[in-house]
């Protein structure tokens, strides 16, 4: 069974426009409802959002598909998405929903659906849920005396909070540490500065003012520079930027160098397999992540497990094989003593613990192993063409000769992105010169065939 609506990372678009409208949501809740609706208990779904101008057509248009399909809802407001994965679980609702696209723009917004277990939904979920949106609900709709109520929880916050907290080693505090912490103005703007404050950390807090537009503008984990700067300008220990709904993150140390998820999960999995914590043997990650880290684990004993890119398919195989740390490049570090699905919040407190109890310098913790030069270029296409620049010759071309060039000394990977219109070309190797030719000499070739189309 195929899925069209639902790709890596839920339903996903610019915001009223298909798919993403609130025709689309209320058909999705009710799909979703059908799905979870088994047997005679009083049925719940947990529903948050970020801060997206967006999120206040959809959320109506999600919770009225609910009720009338007999569910009751719960609605938290802005909260990052892993809130929602732990109050799904904790409350034994039915299902939870997480209103968000994540890193992109406020003008796109995306609808992601978690089992009561807490975990998103499989392929095969969706792809069932999808096909019953094509069909007819009214022989399905709750009679009057059935539908659903709706009501918000006021105290989810502090919920979460006392959640993420609760991850710190018992008796460690961040008494005399300073960190930045950029909010993306997102759905963290108000838990992550909190969280820190209360575990005793001075806390100098960017981009926490959402105004519905400025989401990850210039801002967050995928726009890190203001808050490497902040963290040069403030004399901080440490900077954290989360992204728009905070499940990911990307570190700066003490001097401001870039920290990413490479070296988040490699730190974790390093110091957890010292305490006797770590759990499968090794971490899992994606197909992007560096060479460099695979080659660390293995001088320890560990292994490196890859999966597809997404997050949803790093946690696949972690509970499929036993792994507690596995993430990607990009930020998602999953974690699954504590969440089951990626927190950035969490993943910094354990990265921030590490830094206290070594008593060394961020930029010396944080510096695990060397990577591989890698470099990745995004070539953007017009999918209104119905264009699919992976299957021109001249493209297959280019990949062939950069695989050879690379042969035995590194690796090339190309995709198609599954929540934008974009190829996503990947290389690293031993020689950086080399690795940039590769990307350039693909990149071109794909750029040419979508130009040519576009010309057409």
Same mark, same amino acid.
């Given at each position: ?20 409208? $609130? ?24 529903? $948050? ?14 919770? $009225? ?50 089992? *009561? ?11 069932e849920i999808e096909a019953r949106m094509a069909l007819p609900f009214a022989p399905d709709l709750a009679g009057p005396r059935d539908l659903g109520r709706a009501q918000r929880m006021e105290d989810a916050f502090g919920r979460y909070i006392e959640v993420v907290k609760s991850s710190f080693p ?39 003012? *959402? ?5 990850? @503008? ?5 726009? *890190? ?40 999960? $490699? ?8 305490s006797g914590r770590l759990r499968g043997g090794g971490v899992v990650a994606t197909v992007m992540s560096n060479m460099g880290m695979e080659l660390h684990l293995k001088k320890l004993g560990l292994t490196l497990a890859r999966t597809a890119v997404g997050d949803r398919y790093v946690v696949e ?73 992976? @299957? ?27 929540t934008e219109p974009l190829i996503r070309v990947m290389a690293e190797g031993e020689d950086d010169a080399l690795v940039t030719r590769v990307v350039d000499d693909i990149c071109d070739a794909v750029r040419q065939v979508t130009q040519a189309v576009a010309a057409e």
């Open positions: 069974m195929s899925r069209k609506l639902f790709g890596t990372d839920g339903i996903r678009g610019t915001a009223n426009t298909e798919p993403m409208t $609130a025709e689309t949501a209320l058909k999705a809740a009710m799909a979703a409802a059908l799905h979870f609706r088994r047997g005679d208990h009083r049925h719940t779904v947990v529903i $948050a959002k970020d801060t997206r101008l967006s999120g206040y057509m959809l959320e109506p248009a999600l919770t $009225a598909g609910f009720i009338s399909m007999g569910m009751d809802v719960i609605l938290v407001g802005p909260l990052p998405t892993p809130a929602v994965a732990m109050l799904t679980r904790s409350m034994r609702a039915d299902l939870g929903v997480m209103l968000s696209a994540s890193h992109n723009p406020f003008q796109d917004n995306g609808i992601k659906l978690f089992g *009561p277990d807490g975990y998103k939904l499989s392929d095969e979920f969706e792809a018992r008796g460690l505090r961040l008494d005399g540490m300073k960190i930045v912490i950029d909010c993306a103005h997102g759905a963290a703007y108000k838990v992550a500065p909190r969280v820190l404050y209360e575990l005793g950390a001075e806390v100098v807090t960017l981009f926490n003012q *959402p105004n519905g537009f400025n989401i990850n @503008d210039k801002c967050g984990a995928t726009s *890190p520079a203001a808050m490497r700067a902040a963290v040069v300008e403030h004399k901080a220990d440490l900077g954290i930027a989360l992204d728009g709904d905070a499940d990911r993150l990307i570190l700066a140390d003490e001097t401001g160098t870039q920290i990413d998820g490479d070296q988040i999960m $490699a730190l974790i999995g390093q110091s957890w397999a010292e195989h972690m509970r499929e094989h036993g792994f507690n740390v596995g993430g990607e490049q990009s930020g998602h570090v999953v974690l699954s003593d504590f969440a089951t699905t990626g927190d950035g919040l969490l993943a910094a407190l354990q990265v921030l613990a590490c830094i206290r109890q070594s008593g060394r310098p961020a930029s010396d913790v944080l510096r695990v192993f060397q990577p591989l030069p890698q470099l990745l270029k995004n070539v953007r296409y017009d999918a209104s063409t119905g264009i699919r620049p992976l @299957d021109a010759d001249s493209v297959q071309a280019a990949i062939k000769a950069g695989e050879e060039k690379l042969a035995g000394v590194g690796r090339v990977l190309i995709r198609k992105s599954g």
